[in-house]
């Protein structure tokens, strides 16, 4: 029978420690990756203009006169956002409710497709799905 020296022992159980770490955090690190598409697969369709309540088309022209909207997304049914380019070069989103209504401005800050938005909510409402204007690597 072969004896193993507490040397090598020691050696073997290092391995052993940092094989388990390096799989504990591959395992961590594919879970945040799924967990980022997962939220980038919840983005709000597109739209044509003429999908597009003719309420919430007036609504935007008089609040951003003299500004044309890019794309048009529907947001879980309740309400629209269009993104634009004001004539300053600044890309915004803005958000109506179905019937018209202003809900809130956001403010392109080239941060992953992320936006700054007006009411301090972060982007963040009540409804699920994201007005996404950039697609990933942008």
Request: glycine letters at 4%; aromatic letters at 8%; proline letters at 2%.
């Amino acid at each position: 029978m072969k004896t193993i020296s507490l040397r090598m022992f020691n050696s073997i159980a290092v391995a052993a420690i940092v094989l388990m770490l390096a799989v504990i955090f591959s395992i961590s690190f594919s879970s945040c990756k799924k967990e980022a598409k997962e939220k980038a697969e919840n983005l709000c369709p597109v739209v044509a203009a003429s999908a597009v309540p003719q309420v919430v088309k007036d609504s935007f022209a008089v609040k951003y006169p003299a500004t044309t909207v890019i794309t048009w997304f529907n947001k879980d049914s309740v309400a629209y956002c269009a993104y634009f380019v004001t004539s300053a070069n600044v890309e915004k989103l803005a958000q109506f409710a179905n019937n018209g209504s202003f809900i809130k401005e956001e403010i392109e800050t080239h941060q992953e497709g992320e936006h700054e938005d007006s009411t301090g909510t972060g982007g963040k409402t009540t409804t699920d799905c994201e007005c996404e204007t950039h697609k990933e690597g942008d």
